[in-house]
């Protein structure tokens, strides 16, 4: 049957909703081994006692920790390829209570080292 491209778009996606390509099984295996990699560097670092004596300990394990929770929203949630109202309603939040939680660390950081 000899169908125009227009009415045979309209036979397939009859809701006007656009399918988005998902990830395939390489990307999930790639996505695993970086997601892993981080994972040893973080329990690596726990283990230098040089290190965990520092101040820059606990601030690379919350970055890291904080790379690791992307990648897995943006991959395994599928956040990267929803429509992007989604990702404003989900980031917008995060990033609000985040900004929150660092200024309140900033705010009364000196009474935990004052205490100690």
């Given amino acids: ?14 809701t006007g909703e656009v399918e988005h390509s998902h990830p395939t099984w390489s990307i999930y295996w790639k996505v695993a081994t970086i997601l892993t990699i981080i994972t040893v560097a973080e329990v690596w670092a726990y283990y230098i006692p040089s290190f965990v004596a520092s101040r820059g300990f606990v601030p690379t394990l919350l970055i890291l920790s904080a790379l690791k929770f992307t990648i897995v929203v943006m991959f395994y949630m599928h956040l990267k390829y929803d429509h992007r109202i989604f990702r404003v309603l989900f980031t917008g939040p995060l990033l609000i209570a985040a900004l929150t939680l660092l200024a309140l660390m900033f705010l009364f950081g000196h009474l935990y080292i004052k205490v100690m």
């Fill in 1 to 14: 049957m000899n169908v125009p491209d227009s009415a045979e778009a309209a036979l397939h996606a009859p």
